[in-house]
């Protein structure tokens, strides 16, 4: 089933999104809806990460976008059908250097205070916005 011009471009805003997060720091669903201007739809990022093709070669894949530095809005990495995904993302994060702890339920924290990025526009807007001030980038 083809996708709709919308959910492409909406999908693309979201990896480019994602690319963006600083090695070792975490944000949530809601912020990345609302850096690209769709505060309303954290439900929809998290579509299209767990959506990220394992494809090398597609534009936007598992190898290219940072999908493991989204989690929950409180600092939880969600939960996911497969038993393993939320250790895995774990394992990632840890990887980077994110300090995962695990709660009294068994759930999988991340301490926004600690390792989160919640700027208030993504840095490519910033740039964009700039000019060519940083040309060396």
Request: overall charge negative.
């Amino acid at each position: 089933m083809a996708r709709s011009d919308e959910a492409e471009a909406f999908s693309s805003a979201v990896y480019d999104a994602v690319q963006q997060i600083p090695y070792g720091k975490v944000t949530s669903y809601g912020h990345i809806a609302k850096l690209i201007g769709t505060p309303q739809r954290p439900r929809q990022v998290g579509v299209c990460l767990k959506h990220l093709s394992q494809d090398p070669d597609a534009h936007f894949n598992h190898s290219n976008v940072p999908w493991q530095r989204v989690i929950n809005a409180k600092g939880i990495i969600s939960p996911r059908s497969q038993p393993s995904g939320a250790r895995n993302q774990a394992a990632a994060l840890q990887a980077e250097g994110v300090t995962v702890t695990t709660g009294a339920l068994g759930e999988l924290e991340i301490d926004f205070s600690e390792h989160g990025w919640f700027p208030d526009e993504l840095p490519s807007q910033t740039e964009e916005e700039g000019g060519d001030e940083n040309e060396d980038e």
